[in-house]
């Protein structure tokens, strides 16, 4: 499989220093080294989200950088995983997943493209461990909350059991359990019954399907359901809290996906940080999809 890790590091004068690593399975690492030029001002006025992108792209592919690019994609032959590591902190903020390359068609979105699966990758110092997974060993927990009260937030309740069934459908073959207020439910979606579930089996699979927002501070909330069936805002930093505490044999899930608005949100990581970036960050998970 070949594989280009981009790391953007720290800033020096007016540019940033990129390094590209180009690798394959069968042969050594091929490094070069480039810089980034990119007006955040400029940026930041750019509404369209294609033209944000191609911004984004002109800025990063240039140089050894585009070389190395263009040769990894030559040699790749239809699949090229494009990883992008942010260490400069001012450029956290910026909306990545956006980020354009230029294909024989002409710019578009990396992660639009199937010949280029694309990821931001979040480096962690978190101690917990997660064991070789097998395709035995996947087993989902889903959790569905559209719970009452939603309108006090300005939001609107959905089809849970629908949310739910479309879940179990996606996932095929792949045992599931669900948390919700429906019928075939183990018990609620809370965040006390989440934890107990984590705790009581192993779910290398966790999918959260749910309202979510960026608060004032700057802290992702979950819209989850309370004990009585009532809306229950849920900051990140009490569910990383939450989620922290668990381990030993069953150990947290390897992949989360996060179907929640803003729970990935840029403008987030120049505050607290969104949900998805903490995930990794501060407690390690491998892999983590959000909105």
């Known amino acids: 499989m070949a594989r280009l890790q981009l790391t953007i590091q720290q ?10 690593l180009e690798q394959r399975d069968d042969e050594p690492p091929r490094q070069s080294e480039g810089e980034l030029a990119l007006d955040l001002v400029e940026l930041a006025a750019l509404a369209d989200p294609i033209a944000y992108g191609i911004r984004l792209g002109q800025a990063l592919f240039t140089g050894p950088v585009l070389d190395a690019f263009i040769r990894a994609q030559a040699r790749s032959g239809d699949r090229l995983s494009i990883g992008l590591q942010i260490e400069a902190p001012e450029l956290r903020g910026l909306a990545w997943s956006r980020l354009c390359a230029r294909f024989e068609r002409g710019w578009d979105f990396l992660r639009f493209d199937q010949r280029t699966p694309f990821c931001l990758q979040v480096p962690t110092q978190a101690q917990h461990q997660f064991p070789t997974l097998l395709r035995r060993d996947l087993r989902a927990l889903v959790v569905v909350a559209s719970p009452d009260g939603l309108d006090e937030y300005g939001l609107d309740g959905f089809d849970a059991d629908a949310a739910a069934a479309a879940v179990r459908d996606a996932l095929g073959p792949i045992p599931a359990d ?54 229950d805002a849920v900051p990140a930093a009490e569910l990383l809290r939450r989620l922290g505490r668990l381990g030993g044999d069953v150990g947290l899930p390897h992949l989360v996906f996060l179907a929640a608005c803003e729970s990935a949100a840029p403008q987030a990581e120049a505050a607290l940080g969104a949900l998805a970036p903490r995930l990794c960050r501060e407690l390690g998970l491998p892999w983590v999809v959000a909105m």
């Open 178 to 231: 669900l948390l919700a207020a429906g019928p075939g439910a183990l018990g609620p979606p809370t965040v006390e019954q989440l934890c107990a579930q984590l705790t009581a089996q192993r779910y290398t699979i966790l999918h959260i399907v749910c309202h979510g927002a960026v608060a004032r501070d700057g802290d992702s909330v979950l819209y989850l359901a309370g004990p009585d069936g009532e809306v």
């Open 11 to 20: 800033r020096h004068g007016e540019r940033w220093s990129v390094v590209a």
